[in-house]
């Protein structure tokens, strides 16, 4: 026994530390190419450096234009997003679970909402006899639709993470919707500062949807200074404001997280009885139901109408089959490497518990703009001895582990630390081998993270436009950039159909997350939970 096991234990070991620098080398490669390309830029010719990373004129206005704009998104969002929670705390108990559903949507890519509201709000102008809406505000409605889901699923963790015991009390005194607003929420606020600062940075960082309602923002800008100099130094100190200012969000979070009161149980709504609004607040909730439907049948319905009404659905599929077919590649590839980097680093943590530092620096580049991840892997490959791989369908694939395989590992710590200590202590002492219990016993047990984080991905990678549009080679477009540039030019009646097939194709994969992420209601090995659970509905 001993004689086998201490191979192969050594050989796990190895591959587990080969991966782990891999994983470092995707995740912080780009990054560290452009530290290096600005820190030169900055020793050689320091006056032009800090001109460009301290934002004037221009730059300064396009910085607090992106901050507003963004800003407006995130409370339009968790404004609905509370509306619709205090709405579905109503339902009865074989209808809980649609409170979780609109955030499937979440994985649908922003520019088909831009396509869908745009083309709704312009018919409705033409009926109406008024002008249609463009620029900031309609900017702000569709990225804020694009992001709903978020905001809901932000309201879902925040509100319900407050204990049911507290609500009882504060219910003998008080009428529901001043429980709600004097005790609920001041106890969620970390939590829902938390979320709406991710949804800020969400659209902080998306430069499509402004775009194409011609507004400038800062994302673009940097997008436009690489496209003009082809300079990564020049890019990366352009987006030093940036850059300082989601650090700022990113601190404030981890800083707010400290004083969550309590931490969320599954399925659990604090209202042990079903809550009673006054009727105005009723109408507010109606409201945010109509606008969360909307948020949903929108986008399916207008892309259908345009299909039937345009080339037609298998005309515009079929014009595009060669861009489909590389973006399944690229997708498919990120999905199988990001699992496999999830659960090296499950694996990790299952072994060791020192390495907290390590992991959550391991996410923070997934809050970096999607051109500097492009424009970094530019700058670290990009070089007479690289060229065959930077010309090569591999840097997509590059692109996208960079962006969302730290949110697949993300998922796959959660699954882990979800999982009661004593079943990975049973693997440890009645294991066979390391590979063994690594194959047969804690891989079944992360397996609802791991394929939650591969759909992920594949989801995200499908939609993935701002990093991909910098580093896929001539003649190898994705069906996302086909859509965007068409889309930038005004023929949405030409990429319906293309948008409706990559609607369904994310929302499957954004499904199948969820399904996933489903499981996670009933932990395996973690039977006071489910008493819990089961007590407090």
């Known amino acids: ?92 108990q074989r209808l809980a679970w649609m409170r979780w559903f609109p955030l499937v949507m979440l994985a649908i890519p ?22 249609p809406p463009h620029g900031f505000w309609m900017s702000v409605w569709v990225m804020a639709m694009a992001l709903l889901p978020a905001g809901i699923g932000v309201a879902l963790a925040g509100l319900e993470t407050v204990s049911p015991a507290l609500v009882d009390a504060a219910r003998i005194h008080h009428d529901d919707t001043t429980v709600l607003w004097r005790i609920v929420v001041p106890l969620a606020s970390p ?26 923002t800062y994302a673009l800008d940097i997008f436009a200074e690489f496209s003009a100099s082809h300079s990564p130094a020049r890019a990366f100190l352009a987006s030093v404001p940036m850059l300082l200012l989601i650090i700022l969000v990113l601190a404030g979070g ?47 319905a207008m892309l259908l109408w345009l299909s039937w009404t345009g080339e037609g659905f298998q005309t515009t599929l079929q014009s595009a089959v060669q861009e489909l077919r590389l973006s399944f590649i690229i997708a498919g590839a990120a999905a199988c490497v990001s699992l496999l980097l999830a659960w090296t680093l499950a694996e990790t943590r299952g072994r060791r518990q020192s390495n907290r530092f390590a992991v959550w620096l391991l996410f923070l580049p997934a809050a970096i703009p999607a051109p500097l991840i492009g424009i970094g892997l530019a700058a670290l490959w990009n070089h007479p001895g690289t060229g065959a791989l930077y010309d090569s369908a591999l840097m997509p694939v590059l692109a996208v582990l960079a962006r969302f395989a ?21 693997a440890r002492v009645f294991q066979a081998s390391n ?10 047990l992360l397996a609802p993270g791991l394929v939650a984080g591969a759909s992920l991905v594949f989801a995200l990678a499908l939609g993935e436009l701002g990093a991909t549009l910098i580093v896929a080679p001539p ?45 996670w209601r009933r932990p395996p090995g973690s039977p006071h939970l489910h008493a819990q659970s089961h007590d407090s509905e």
């Open 191 to 216: 939590l829902l500062a938390v979320g709406s600062g991710l949804i800020f940075l969400l659209s902080f960082t998306d430069y499509s949807v402004p775009s194409l309602f011609g507004v400038n």
């Open 254 to 300: 981890q800083r707010l997280l400290r004083s969550v009161a309590h931490l969320p149980v599954p399925g659990v709504s604090p209202w042990r009885l079903p809550p009673r609004w006054t009727p105005a607040f009723n109408a507010l909730q109606g409201i945010g139901l109509i606008v969360a439907a909307g948020q949903i049948a929108v986008p399916f």
């Open 1 to 92: 026994m001993r004689s086998t096991a201490r191979p192969t234990g050594l050989a796990l070991r190895l591959a587990t530390s080969i991966l782990w620098l891999l994983s470092g080398m995707l995740v912080f490669g780009p990054l560290a190419a452009l530290l290096g390309a600005g820190g030169e830029a900055l020793l050689r010719e320091p006056g032009d450096a800090l001109s460009l990373a301290l934002p004037s004129g221009r730059q300064a206005t396009l910085l607090l234009r992106s901050v507003a704009l963004s800003a407006c998104v995130a409370l339009l969002d968790l404004a609905l997003g509370v509306l619709f929670v205090c709405a579905a705390w109503r339902f009865g």
């Open 406 to 426: 730290p949110l697949a590992m993300a998922l796959a710590i959660a699954q882990h630390d979800r999982v009661d200590p004593l079943l990975w202590d049973a």
């Open 435 to 444: 590979l063994h219990a690594a194959w047969r016993i804690r891989l079944p």
């Open 110 to 131: 922003p520019y088909i909402h831009a396509l869908a509201w745009n083309a709704m709000v312009y018919r409705l102008s033409l009926w109406l006899g008024a002008v």
């Open 475 to 519: 003649g190898q477009a994705t069906l996302t950039m086909r859509i965007y540039n068409y889309l930038h030019y005004g023929a949405s009646d030409v990429v319906a159909g293309l948008c409706l097939t990559m609607a369904l194709l994310t929302l499957t994969a954004g499904a199948l997350s969820a399904i996933s992420l489903a499981l």
